[in-house]
């Protein structure tokens, strides 16, 4: 009988071993890359995005992860977002966080990249395919009760006399999910007080110009911007009017431009997204994604708070605006 040679089996047991290793680092991460995570978004340089970024920079902190803040302007084709996530992954990205400004006919891109490299969608939702991988998921506030809470504030502030007042609406990006629900919701809550909606437009590369034309036709009592563009628009154009005494904003946003005005009472009532936890926790479980590749990037949502001049400096909404990164 032909006896083993001791070297023979130990050579093979080793590389048996070797690729095990190799096998349970791929899928868990080797626990000493520096990952990079690029963040993609529209008009990147814009104040509205700081506290998000401040949430990003505490994870990453955390995390020791690197971030690199792509440079856009303002982003609304697909086509020239897609461009753009796909060289960051070409370079060396290993993760995305990304608001789509489309949210339609998204399925093919989010499961062709998210395969090479992680995605984790901001502030709105798009169509994607189930991912059994967990390669992809998304970290938005509940936008329809975002929608519904606007709606809550003309209640609370008009009663029964809302139907006596007439309303413009600056409704966002119509292509993203996010602000599809927000008017959903909006209309929901407002709609059996029949307010005369006087006109209604997205937000886009001229909205103040829009809102000129749509308000000098028929003047409306209150103006509606359902996200932080939007009602930065609107605050412009009654700034720039001079209609400060006839007209009242109501909306959603984060920027410091618009607690200024919550301040000055211009804007009577704004919905606060923790835009903080968003950056924090999409960053998070990308992390922990590219830490361990048989984790599920799972959907998340995050809170709100309702701001107006006599809550705006308590601490539940200054931690909100002005997050300080340890």
């Known amino acids: 009988m032909k006896e083993r040679n001791?070297?023979?089996?130990?050579?093979?047991?080793?590389?048996?071993?070797?690729?095990a290793i190799a096998f349970f680092m791929l899928l868990r991460g080797n626990g000493q890359k520096n990952y990079r995570i690029s963040v993609i978004v529209s008009?990147?340089?814009?104040?509205?995005?700081?506290?998000?970024?401040?949430?990003?920079?505490?994870?990453?902190?955390?995390?020791?992860?690197?971030?690199?803040?792509?440079?856009?302007?303002?982003?609304?084709?697909l086509e020239d977002q897609v461009r753009l996530m796909e060289a960051e992954i070409n370079d060396g990205s290993d993760g995305i966080i990304t608001e789509f400004c489309d949210s339609q006919d998204t399925q093919e891109i989010?499961?062709?990249?998210?395969?090479?490299?992680?995605?984790?969608?901001?502030?709105t939702t798009a169509?994607?395919?189930?991912?059994?991988?967990?390669?992809?998921?998304?970290?938005?506030?509940?936008?329809?009760?975002?929608?519904?809470?606007?709606?809550?504030?003309?209640i609370?502030?008009?009663?029964?006399?809302?139907?006596?007042?007439?309303?413009?609406?600056?409704?966002?990006?119509?292509?993203?999910?996010?602000?599809?629900?927000?008017?959903?919701?909006?209309m929901d809550v407002v709609s059996d007080r029949n307010p005369a909606i006087t006109w209604q437009i997205p937000y886009g590369r001229d909205t103040e110009g829009q809102i000129r034309e749509a308000d000098q036709e028929h003047p409306a009592d209150i103006l509606i911007g359902l996200d932080n563009g939007s009602l930065e628009a609107a605050v412009d154009y009654v700034s720039d009017q001079g209609l400060q005494d006839k007209t009242v904003l109501f909306g959603a946003g984060c920027s410091e431009k618009l607690v200024y005005y919550i301040d000055s009472g211009l804007i009577r009532s704004m919905i606060l997204p923790d835009d903080?936890?968003?950056?924090?926790?999409?960053?998070?479980?990308?992390?922990?994604k590219l830490d361990n590749r048989m984790s599920v990037l799972t959907d998340r949502q995050v809170g709100?708070?309702?701001?107006?001049?006599?809550?705006?400096?308590?601490?539940?909404?200054?931690?909100?605006?002005?997050?300080?990164?340890?």
């Open 304 to 326: 709100y708070n309702v701001v107006h001049k006599e809550n705006l400096f308590r601490e539940e909404n200054q931690n909100i605006l002005f997050p300080i990164v340890q």
């Open 110 to 123: 989010i499961q062709r990249l998210s395969v090479k490299a992680p995605i984790v969608m901001i502030n």
């Open 43 to 77: 008009n990147s340089t814009e104040s509205r995005w700081n506290t998000l970024h401040a949430g990003l920079e505490q994870a990453a902190e955390d995390s020791d992860i690197r971030l690199n803040y792509v440079y856009t302007s303002y982003l609304d084709k």
């Open 6 to 19: 001791p070297f023979t089996v130990t050579a093979v047991s080793t590389i048996i071993i070797a690729i």
């Open 156 to 186: 609370i502030a008009y009663g029964d006399e809302l139907g006596l007042k007439s309303m413009g609406i600056i409704s966002g990006n119509p292509r993203q999910t996010a602000m599809q629900e927000r008017l959903r919701g909006f």
């Open 276 to 288: 903080f936890s968003v950056g924090y926790q999409s960053l998070a479980d990308l992390a922990g």
């Open 127 to 154: 169509e994607a395919d189930p991912d059994v991988e967990g390669n992809h998921a998304s970290v938005t506030p509940d936008n329809y009760e975002i929608g519904r809470a606007i709606g809550n504030e003309l």
